[in-house]
Structure formats: C-alpha cells, structure tokens
C-alpha cells in the first residue's frame, strides 16, 4: 500500500487509476460498496486503485470548534483500505484554499493533471468544491472533456435506513456497540499510545492501560467489554472505564482498558482497543473497596459476553 499527499506530486505509477472518492471516515458498508466498486473497476482495466480520503474532514475547517467526530485514524483507515484491495491511499489536505477551489478546477487541475486518473467513483450524495458545487453528475459532464469517466454507488440501506457515519456515532453515542459492528462490519476500534497514569488499578488489581481518545467520537461514558490488539498482534479480551473517572479528582477524560490475565510493559506502545458490548453507565462508589467489587463483577461479565462472542 502507497500512501501520498495531494501536495506533493503522484507517483508516476499511480498515473491512469481509477480512484474512489470520499471521507470515507469509519469505512462503513456504504463506504465498501464505493472503494469496492473503484477496486473492480480499476482491475478490469489494468489500472492501479486509489482511495482517496480528506484529511482533516472538512467540518474541521468550518467549525473548529465541533465536538471530536472521527472513527477512525488515517493509520486505520490505510490499513481497512489496503484490506479491501485498494493499491494506495491519497490524503487528500483539506484547508482553505482546497474549500475555495471551484467544482470545475477541482476536476480540472486536482483530478485529471496532478492526479492523472482515468476514472473516479464517489457515492451519490457526494459533493465537492467551492459551496459544494460540484456533485457526480458535474464530475461526469466536465471530466469527460478531460477524458475522465465518471460512476456513481447508490447508498446502501438496511431495515432502519441509509448506512451513515451519523447512525454509526448515534449508536456509539448511545453505548449501542452492536448496531455500531453491524453497520462499521467490526467493532468500533480507538488506537491511541499507552501513557503512564496514577497507578491506581495496579493497586487495587485491576492495572489499566491509559489512552487518551484525541480526535475520536466520544462512545457513551461507562464500562465496555473490550479487546485489545497489542504490539506483538496478540488480540487479548478485557473490561474498559471510557469517561472522567468519578471516583477520583480531578476528573480526566481517559479509555482505561484492564485486560485479563496479562502482564506486561505497555507503556509508550501504541495499541488499539475494539467495544464489543455496553455493561454499565459510569459511577462514583462509597468507597474504593465498593469500587473494586464492582470492577470485579463487571470483569467476570466482560468475560462472558466476550466469550460468547468467540
């Protein structure tokens, strides 16, 4: 997997692609249908397949302040990418001077001469350049004249509706980690570096690894069975705090995961922890002895719903 900038040029081995084109943030089903298409396509006429994502999302430029939204890390989506079968990731900067960019020099001078590709396809409600003015049937009218061809993915539904990155935060958002898989086809995953913390879980027995959530969607506060996938690629099952610890001050926002029956030196390593099921909201106990019966407890569930799952 090659993965370039739009401000440097395109390697001239990726010239003539067929590129798939989107935020594609989570690479949810609908997203899969399009990169899967540009994939299909791109092998059918020789040509190498692209993936193109915005970095940072656009609602970033246009509301800096907007809470954290993302599903998912560049480093995460190269590799859902290059899973699909797609040859490359294009980070596509997203800043001010791409925002004011008129549909027609988007196709133009990003599309047909910096990228050189031969083929694009985006999903239907896809749109682009200055007041969102370009859309997929301005990428097939004005891309023809270029030689650029043009298809486009209808959306992909299920019993409930669209599959979006918005239902996907909702149920996120509401601690609902099964509708989140069905529609992301994995669990929702944060990768994040282990820090060192207060030290507290190792005194009580239940050490936590600390990980701060950055740039992520915030899932609902409260206890999650999780499973971590390490540094040496061992996926290991646990329990995980997700919110501003109560029971201690001052409050910081912090992913602890505890994973069962291991020992080892995580800090510093980045790992990634994937929510499998909701057990309980976030509290604050009497007493710390209180605190430790209740991690007990939501450990022996975390370990049968995960074994459930196996």
């Not at 020789?46 to 994502?53: D, K, L």
């Not at 040859?87 to 599309?111: K, Q, R, T, Y």
Request: net charge neutral.
């Amino acid at each position: 997997m090659i993965r370039f900038d739009n401000r440097h040029p395109t390697p001239e081995s990726l010239r003539g692609a067929i590129l798939a084109l989107g935020n594609f943030d989570g690479f949810h089903r609908g997203h899969q249908a399009v990169v899967g298409e540009a994939i299909g396509w791109a092998r059918e006429a020789g040509r190498p397949a692209i993936v193109a994502t915005f970095d940072p999302h656009p609602v970033r430029l246009f509301k800096p302040d907007a809470e954290p939204f993302r599903l998912t890390t560049l480093d995460q989506r190269e590799e859902l990418f290059a899973q699909a079968g797609a040859d490359a990731m294009l980070v596509l900067h997203f800043d001010a001077a791409m925002a004011a960019m008129p549909a027609g020099d988007w196709i133009e001078h990003m599309l047909v001469r910096h990228l050189g590709a031969l083929g694009v396809v985006t999903g239907e409600d896809f749109t682009f350049g200055k007041g969102r003015g370009g859309n997929p049937y301005v990428l097939r009218e004005i891309g023809a004249r270029f030689g650029l061809s043009g298809r486009t993915v209808a959306a992909v539904s299920d019993g409930e509706g669209v599959i979006s990155s918005s239902r996907i935060r909702e149920a996120l958002k509401a601690g609902d980690c099964e509708t989140a898989a069905r529609l992301l086809t994995r669990p929702f995953a944060i990768r994040s570096t282990v820090l060192h913390g207060d030290k507290l879980g190792r005194v009580i027995g239940f050490p936590t690894a600390n990980l701060e959530m950055g740039a992520y969607l915030r899932p609902r506060y409260g206890v999650y069975a999780v499973t971590g996938r390490l540094p040496d690629g061992r996926v290991v099952p646990g329990a995980a705090n997700m919110g501003v610890r109560p029971q201690f001050e001052p409050p910081k926002e912090l992913l602890e995961p505890h994973f069962f029956d291991f020992s080892g030196d995580l800090y510093g390593r980045e790992i990634e922890v994937a929510f499998h099921r909701f057990l309980r909201p976030e509290a604050k106990f009497d007493s710390l002895d209180a605190l430790t019966v209740q991690i007990a407890a939501d450990c022996d569930r975390a370990r049968e719903l995960l074994a459930g799952l196996g």
